[in-house]
């Protein structure tokens, strides 16, 4: 099987305009002498950005509500903020940060900026922002910032220490990677045979804003063969239950990670404006409230250029994370959702684009925008990721398992057996099964699950031999 595997880190890009990094020398080489801390110039809040802001230090002390955890192996931006002191004079100070990876090598990093004025808390170039690499952080992550005197040649005056932050060791939790697969739908219901848009360029950003938003390590996308469709896909979302089932079949079967998502992607008309003029569905997923059900970990998307798709991916994603919506723009929504119109509540950083996100901006799980990831969304996701870190949780096999479908008008369909790796998730219901002359073979338990984005849903119920229909 031909697969085409794209890897991706969040990139680092810049930092604020205005900062030169410097040399890795703490003492000036040509005198020997040391550069003194800067003594009218006070350090007031550390954070550490990995998609969201985790405050470390703020005004001396701890941040009084809770953060998002630092996360080992991944991309993070230290940014720090200082307030003058009296006295000061403009001029340029230069910060530097000190740790040891985790291999206990020192790393020191310099940043230098003019300085006329206090930091403010949306100005990137207002405060210094190291970019620190996603292997360097670990457990024991210890950071040290000292805001120095740009020349050696300056005595030490006034308090030095409140140019010195030292985190000492910081809570750092582990995290995973998580595959992507992403199967291309041939769409023939039309006799085109159109294929979504899995170019390079696409497929990188797609993967660079799953891995700027979701707490996670590395995003790894794969893309399969093209996948044949004969039936319709239509705006109104005639046919895609049935693709997502068999897309869910297809993951049930797979050989793969527990942290594994497949994603289909098609393109039921030639452009985004004649698929959506009328309204339409843009994506589809199990709502996943249960780590145990790997069959749920799949969702659909169209699959046109641009951040529709890519945006559209991080929701439905969300989904298989057992994510509801946020609530703006549908309902009903999350109604643990803490802030209100879906805003993310807290500082975001981009380092696709090296640039801050507002706490206005809205959560991806709503159907507003422009978005980021929330706190509270990074959080659960973090949560599921870590919950499916450790390989077959369930011991012992899940058995044979029929799903049945409900339609539109309520009716109940029989589908194929499947082997599940461990049961089903989900609310139990009473379901009977028949045979073909409509006898009744058994009554069961079914475990209901349900759609994010469509109305309707399903139940799975153990496969019981002989049976060709099923009530309530
Ligand atoms: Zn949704």
Known sequence: MHKVLLLTTAVACSAGSGQVAGSDQAGDAATGSQRVAAGDIAITKVSLFQGVESVVMENGGEPEKAQAPLLADRLGMLRVHWDRLEGFADRTVVAQLTYDDPEGNPVVQELSTFVDRDSSEPVLSDTFNFDVEAATIGQGFSPTVTLLEESADVAPTGNADAGTWASGALEIEQSDSIDLVIFPIRYDADGSGRLPDTSPEQMLALADKFAATYPVTTINVIVEDPYPVDYALTSSGLGWTELLDELSSLRVRADVRENTYFYGLFEPEPTLAEFCGYGCVLGLAYLAPSTSDDWARVALGTGYSGDVTIDTALQEVGHSHGREHAPCGVSPADPQYPYPDAKIGVMGYDNIHGEMVPPSAKDFMSYCGPVWISDYTYNAILQRVQALRAPNRVAGQGGSWRRVRTDREGGLHLGDAVS?????????????????????????????????????????????????????
Do not use: C, N, Q
Request: aromatic share 12%; net charge neutral.
């Open 420 to 472: 599940l790796k461990r049961p089903p998730g989900g609310a139990p219901e009473a379901l009977r099964v028949f045979d073909a002359e409509g006898g009744l073979l058994a009554g069961v338990t079914g475990y209901a699950y349900a759609y994010a984005g469509l109305p309707g849903g399903g139940f799975w119920i153990p496969d019981v031999p002989g049976a060709v229909s099923v009530a309530r």
